[in-house]
């Protein structure tokens, strides 16, 4: 039977863990195929623009990459038991923890894969060599990884990963797993029975990087099993399956989770829409680099500099949207909550210049 969708994508790929379990929990007709030499040349190149994964194809000849358009493209056409709360508190979170997931996590998820490449240097390699040459030995394939791993390895310092920053990235991440785990052993998602689009920004660094790559999976399974059942959970789920709670409810378990969330990154994501904002007034119409210089961020407590990483304004904008379209009777309780997590300032922000994504590029252009 032939399949209805294509997913071009890889194990040891950040954000292909979000795309693939999203597709298994759907329970969709699709397959998945690694994106070999061949593939980026004659596939993904030339409908995408650039080597990225995952890319999703559809068997009528359309071509979906990132995965936040990917999930909504398929929720659009499969829209049974969805992945998007529909009430407002809910919503939000799950939208923020998406944000978190996709654009902070990236941090930790880097520096346990990189810092710590002697303790898993073999591994590591040969996936890196495995997805480009599939059918090469293993030996070839290390050698192959130790090509073209090297533009991955290259980024590590500009996230902001280096001696001075790394106790506390450490920090941060043996804490959030800590709360993570506290959470897991109550509920098998982050809103309930059922995934939300949180759970689906969370499983892209906690699996790829963070509970398969060897030393760190090791800390999750010794320090937070249950954090490691959520990723088996997300990555084998009972499809079509679940219920969020009720009545709105966000647990407890989240708020301090939310809480570092608000106090680390949303300072770093205010920061880049005022570079986005002042990049567009001096380039009006154009398109914004990926890239915008350097700037301070925190974590774990300590302070480092970091890329100014515009694309991170197009991820908040998706929770920003959501709370600026609630009813005032329903903002009051979302606002509640933000007073709580010590959310609430910047979810006030007037954006000057919203942004928006432009097929074929990976940049982005004001809205």
Known sequence: ?????????????YFSGKARCYMRYKDLNWEEQLPSKEIQKTIILPNIGAPIIPVLATADGQYIQDTSDIIDFLEARHPGHPIYPDTPKQKLVALLLELFGDEWLVIPAMHYRWSYLDQ???FIMGQFGSTSSPNSSHEEQVAIGEKVSQQFRGIVPVLGVNEQTIPGIELA??????????????????????PSIGDFGLIGPLYAHLGRDPYPKALMQEHAPAVYRWVERMNHPQ??????LPNDEVPE???????????EQLPDVLDVIKHNAAW?????????????????????????????????????QRPLYHYQSLAPDERQAVDELLHIIGGYEPMQVKLSHPVKRKKGQLELVAE
């Open 1 to 13: 039977m032939p399949y209805d969708y294509t997913l071009y994508a890889a194990e040891l790929s």
């Open 120 to 122: 898993q240097y073999d």
């Open 173 to 194: 991440h043996m804490k959030l797993l800590a709360q993570l785990d506290t959470h897991f052993s109550k509920y098998d998602y982050l809103l309930g029975s059922r």
């Open 239 to 244: 499809p079509l399956s679940g219920e969020f």
């Open 253 to 263: 378990t989240l708020i301090p989770i939310l809480q570092t969330l608000s106090a």
């Open 280 to 316: 567009l007034d001096e380039n009006p119409g154009g398109d914004i680099p990926r890239f915008l210089g350097m700037h301070e961020f925190t974590t774990g407590g300590i302070t480092g500099e970091r890329w100014i990483s515009s694309f991170s304004q197009w991820m908040f």
